[in-house]
């Protein structure tokens, strides 16, 4: 079966300009996360959704971000006004339930802002 | 929230046993401990998880004391392969906290 998709792989982009990134998760899945890599530092958690809610949103970095999810499936993540601090890999994992549960990864999206 | 920490980086030769321990003082009673692995350009792929004593899988084998308050991975006779980074995560992923944080991680570089 299919794995956790992202797209786009890389994303180049203005400062200031809105971007959005596309999570697929393994069918079936009912818990989806976002995470943010930045070069040479470790993941960071950003939010976390049990089917289409997302019950905490704290580790957003700011009111620039934000997510939803539809279906139970696909999510996005956007991104207003970006900045150079924006620039990371943008990393979307999903399990199959909430709870202790292995998380499966996505290959992430690889956003650069000039 | 565990904080987590753990070596910035390791080096050990092809089919040698690397033990890569990760200490995380804070842990609470219904936190797991999971270990993921990562290569340049991919997401994590989770390793092994456990909760206390000892786990192994196919891949590799994870002792926790009885305190909790330590892990350790153990890669048996480890190959070129194997080189990449070794994230220690340690949350209560059914719990009200979300908020999972993953630190630095461990570059385990095998040497031929």
């Known amino acids: 079966g299919a794995g956790v998709s992202q797209s786009p792989s890389n994303k180049v982009t203005e400062k200031g300009k809105d971007v959005e990134l596309r999570c697929d998760p393994i069918s079936g899945h009912t818990a989806l996360y976002w995470y943010r890599q930045s070069l040479g530092q470790g993941l960071e958690f950003l939010i976390y959704?049990?089917?289409?809610?997302?019950?905490?949103k704290s580790g957003l970095p700011s009111d620039r971000f934000s997510a939803e999810r539809t279906g139970g499936s696909v999510s996005t993540l956007t991104i207003q006004r970006t900045q150079q601090e924006d620039s990371a890999v943008y990393l979307c994992?999903?399990?199959?339930?909430?709870?202790?549960?292995?998380?499966?990864f996505g290959p992430g999206t690889r956003l650069t802002v000039l | 929230l565990a904080k987590t920490t753990q070596p910035i980086s390791m080096d050990s030769y092809e089919g040698q046993e690397v033990n890569i321990t990760c200490s995380h003082n804070?842990?609470?009673?219904?936190?797991?401990i999971t270990w993921y692995q990562q290569f340049p350009s991919q997401g994590p792929r989770f390793i092994i998880q456990?909760?206390?004593t000892k786990v192994t899988n196919e891949v590799a084998s994870l002792f926790i004391p009885a305190d909790r308050k330590s892990s350790t991975l153990s890669l048996p006779r480890v190959s070129l392969s194997d080189t990449a980074v070794y994230y220690c995560?340690?949350?209560?992923?059914?719990?009200?906290?979300?908020?999972?944080?993953f630190g630095k991680g461990t570059l385990l570089t095998v040497n031929p």
């Open positions: 804070n842990i609470a009673t219904n936190d797991y």
């Open positions: 995560l340690v949350g209560d992923m059914g719990g009200s906290n979300y908020k999972l944080t």
């Open positions: 456990g909760y206390k």
């Open positions: 959704f049990q089917g289409n809610s997302a019950p905490d």
């Open positions: 994992a999903s399990s199959l339930r909430q709870g202790p549960d292995t998380q499966y």
